[in-house]
């Protein structure tokens, strides 16, 4: 079983940066698809950054919506994912939720943003961690 654990939230003005953290433990054989999602109250989650492979020449995408903002990374030694924000808006203010995945599911057969913005509430995807909270104020 893996476990994802997420640190880092917080509030933040606008304009101001947040690294979030995502600790990956259990079977810690890295898995080549992982990423960060965000939800608010009352609205379905959404694929924020994702990033698949384990080495050097992993390749990233990324939400229009924080495109050239967030940056997405790993350190495979240290088991942890990581979510760099920066220029942080008032609508970036959600939970944020790391995300892993099997070698071999359907997330990683594909895996893109855009591949995890359709699976992202369907269910389909292994491993979640609990959230952190980001909060923009304006």
């Known amino acids: 079983q893996v476990q994802l654990v997420e640190s880092g939230g917080g509030s933040v003005q606008a304009g101001g940066s947040l690294r979030l953290s995502c600790a990956v433990s259990?079977?810690?054989?890295?898995?080549?698809?992982m990423g960060w999602f965000r939800q608010v109250p009352g609205k379905a989650r959404e694929v924020v950054a994702v990033i698949d492979g384990v080495s050097s020449e992993a390749t990233t995408t990324y939400a229009d919506s924080v495109k050239g903002r967030f940056t997405i990374s790993r350190d495979t030694a240290k088991s942890s994912l990581y979510l760099q924000m920066v220029s942080l808006k008032p609508e970036d203010g959600a939970m944020y939720y790391c995300?892993?995945?099997?070698?071999?599911?359907?997330?990683?057969?594909?895996?893109?943003?855009?591949?995890?913005?359709?699976?992202?509430?369907?269910?389909?995807?292994?491993?979640w961690g609990q959230g952190t909270q980001v909060t923009v104020s304006s």
């Open positions: 259990g079977h810690t054989e890295s898995r080549r698809c």
């Open positions: 995300a892993a995945d099997d070698d071999g599911s359907i997330w990683s057969s594909q895996c893109t943003a855009e591949r995890g913005s359709l699976l992202a509430n369907m269910g389909v995807i292994g491993y």
